[in-house]
Nanobody, 118 residues
Framework: QVQLVESGGGLVQPGGSLRLSCGLS????????MGWYRQAPGKERELVAI???????RYADSVKGRFTISRVNTKNTVYLQMNSLRPEDTAVYYC????????????WGQGTQVTVSS
């Protein structure tokens, strides 16, 4: 059974920083894509950032220049460094992974709360 487990969420003041981590456990042949989505109250889930096995990245316009995604392929772990946080970044952040080994298989973490407030 493949599982994604996030950590690193919490409460931070505007302008502060947080680092989210997500590890994938279980048997899996390859993890081609890893990333983060978020969902704020009353809003749809949206892409924050994704990173391919080769290290290519894509960011939502709202986080460009403030957030950095990275991964350690040998550990199937992905990170999200969040700087200059704003109240509008408040959301539940979900880790996401895709394996193309046997088709398109998606995996989601349980979510971690990030609250930006003074």
């Amino acid at each position: 059974q493949v599982q994604l487990v996030e950590s690193g969420g919490g409460l931070v003041q505007p302008g502060g920083s947080l680092r989210l981590s997500c590890g994938l456990s279980g048997r899996i042949l390859s993890v081609n894509l890893m990333g983060w989505y978020r969902q704020a109250p009353g809003k749809e889930r949206e892409l924050v950032a994704i990173i391919t096995l080769g290290g290519r990245t894509r960011y939502a316009d709202s986080v460009k220049g403030r957030f950095t995604i990275s991964r350690v392929n040998t550990k199937n772990t992905v990170y999200l460094q969040m700087n200059s946080l704003r109240p509008e970044d408040t959301a539940v952040y979900y880790c996401y992974a895709v394996s193309l080994a046997t088709g398109w298989d998606e995996y989601w973490g349980q979510g971690t709360q990030v609250t930006v407030s003074s």
